[in-house]
């Protein structure tokens, strides 16, 4: 059984920064794909970015591009989200997701976290 635990959101002005990040424990994360999904009040789960097993290749919303930066530790088992230049439509929960896939366009993620939350005041 994989366990996720995000951690690092709060309350931040817009133009500040965040870093999350998620710990896994209970499975093989250097093999797994990592992901940071968000979701808003009132709205549908929206993908923010990924990255691959080895941390070889990244994607990201368009939303996000440039601001955010997904990397890895596979040594400490963590996924991060530094969050820069952050705007008031970036807040939501934040969540972890973990493929078997490894692969950055992979085609499900299998584990998820219980989310931190992210708020950007104007």
């Known amino acids: 059984q994989v366990q996720l635990v995000e951690s690092g959101g709060g309350l931040v002005q817009a133009g500040g920064s965040l870093r999350l990040s998620c710990t896994a424990s209970?499975?093989?994360?250097?093999?797994?794909?990592m992901a940071w999904f968000r979701q808003a009040p009132g709205k549908e789960r929206e993908f923010v970015a990924a990255?691959?097993?080895?941390?070889?290749?990244?994607n990201y919303a368009d939303s996000v591009k440039g601001r955010f930066t997904i990397s890895r530790d596979n040594a400490k088992n963590t996924v991060y989200l530094q969050m820069n230049s952050l705007k008031p439509e970036d807040t939501a929960r934040y969540y972890c997701a973990a493929s078997r896939y490894g692969l950055v366009h992979t085609p499900r993620y299998d584990y998820w976290g219980q989310g931190t939350q992210v708020t950007v005041s104007s």
């Open positions: 209970g499975g093989t994360f250097s093999a797994y794909a």
């Open positions: 990255i691959n097993w080895n941390g070889g290749s990244t």
